[in-house]
């Protein structure tokens, strides 16, 4: 599954542009003649680093975005929300690698953090998804705490300033009381809402789903990035799921880009995961809505990116 041959063979259903090289165009040669209008002051930056391992590549996102204490502060409490939702092994993608959960923690911790949080809303039993995800184990090595997401009682109502179909919702209280939000999912297919990315991986941090599912779910994960906005959003590009999500059946569904992206913008950096999934930058409902609502910018040639490939 090297070879663009490998990947059309698969079956992959994906725009005819899509090559594995360059990853629908992201790390493209004309992509980079394209970047110098983008690199303006106020222009939201975006890391996109591939070919290394997941920790080297995330020490080196972290860097260019200014390194850890650019966003937190000694004494401040951090939550980090990776994508649990699966009973299943790393191996399969379908959740949020270890190895990233765990750098970000000891990262975090490094920079001054009192505490460092992690959860997620599963999908699956809660504490097979903890454990067979390879999270739990991470946690607990890197000296963050596990926290549960599948109670009620965990989760407190707030209003939505500006949603169009939501207005209120029910957000885990560690979302709402930590200093520090640190979005942190895994990239793949879903096929409700085509892509899961860091958009669609805050649907984690509420307690009922199934009203997104009920009310335009497009317009429900929208609605709820006006209400929160992750401080750093870090998507794990390694092995996306390219079909089959969001659980996946086997590592078929996978190909291997070993790619990793960083951002404070929710919006870029979602719309360049559209284009590793073989899509138009905007062509997920969720990203065009995010960005027409002002959340954060989905046209890429307006965005520094910085495009680094560590091996020769």
Request: hydrophobic content about 45%; proline content about 4%; glycine content about 10%.
């Amino acid at each position: 599954m090297n070879t663009r041959r490998d990947f059309l063979k698969k079956g992959f259903a994906v725009g005819a542009a899509f090559s594995l090289a360059d990853l629908g165009g992201l790390f493209s040669t004309a992509a980079r003649a394209d970047d110098a209008p983008a690199a303006k002051a106020g222009a939201p930056k975006l890391v996109a680093i591939r070919d290394g391992d997941r920790t080297v590549m995330l020490d080196r996102a972290i860097n260019e975005l200014g390194g850890m204490s650019a966003f937190v502060r000694p004494g401040q409490t951090v939550v980090i929300k990776p994508n649990i939702g699966w009973d299943v092994v790393p191996e399969r993608s379908a959740n949020t690698h270890p190895d990233i959960v765990r750098r970000l923690i000891e990262l975090c911790l490094a920079a001054g953090a009192s505490s460092v949080s992690v959860f997620d809303h599963t999908c699956d039993a809660w504490e097979r998804a903890y454990d067979h995800s390879g999270i739990a184990q991470a946690v607990k090595d890197a000296g963050g705490k596990m926290v549960p997401g599948h109670d009620e009682s965990y989760y407190r109502e707030v209003e939505v300033p500006g949603g169009e179909k939501l207005k209120t919702v029910r957000v885990h209280s560690l979302i709402l009381d930590s200093d520090v939000f640190i979005n942190a999912p895994v990239l793949k297919h879903h096929g409700g809402a085509t892509m899961t990315a860091c958009m669609k991986n805050l649907m984690g941090a509420i307690w009922d789903r199934g009203f997104f599912h009920r009310n335009n779910l497009h317009q429900c994960i929208t609605d709820f990035v006006r209400f929160k906005r992750p401080a750093l959003n870090v998507l794990d590009a390694y092995a996306p799921m390219m079909r089959n999500g969001p659980r996946g059946k086997s590592a078929e569904d996978l190909i291997h880009t070993r790619t990793l992206l960083a951002s404070t913008d929710i919006v870029a950096i979602d719309a360049a995961a559209s284009k590793i999934l073989g899509h138009a930058e905007t062509g997920i409902e969720h990203v065009r809505l995010g960005a027409a609502a002002g959340l954060g910018v989905g046209e890429l040639s307006k965005v520094d990116i910085q495009r680094i490939k560590l091996a020769a």
